[in-house]
């Protein structure tokens, strides 16, 4: 069994460094998969029309993630949030991915 301390020093009980939320990182990542494949609008559109089912859906991914895998749990917890669902939306709704705006700076 462990003790109090192996909790505390634990990375999952452990809270996000100063000014990053967790999570986030990963959106940037799931925003350009989803460009690549060009489902970036399609899931923009399903986020904002499916907001009113969005509580529902987490729950389901929650109870599908031991079957799906914690990908599964992750998008349930952004499902959850209005707030979060509608920045990673705004995220996705960009004109242009954020890697080529980062590599238009390093160019010129």
């Given at each position: ?14 809270p996000a460094a100063e000014g990053q939320e967790p ?31 969005s509580y529902i859906s987490a729950q389901l991914l ?47």
């Amino acid at each position: 069994m462990k003790s109090s301390m192996e909790f505390i020093r634990s990375p999952v009980t452990t809270p996000a460094a100063e000014g990053q939320e967790p999570g986030r990182d990963r959106w940037r990542r799931w925003a350009s998969s989803l460009r690549r494949y060009q489902l970036h609008g399609l899931v923009g559109w399903l986020l904002d029309a499916g907001r009113p089912l969005s509580y529902i859906s987490a729950q389901l991914l929650y109870m599908a993630s031991p079957l799906v895998g914690i990908g599964a749990e992750r998008v349930g917890k952004l499902l959850e949030s209005d707030e979060d669902s509608s920045a990673f939306a705004r995220l996705l709704s960009l004109d242009e991915p954020l890697e080529a705006r980062a590599r238009g700076k390093e160019t010129g």
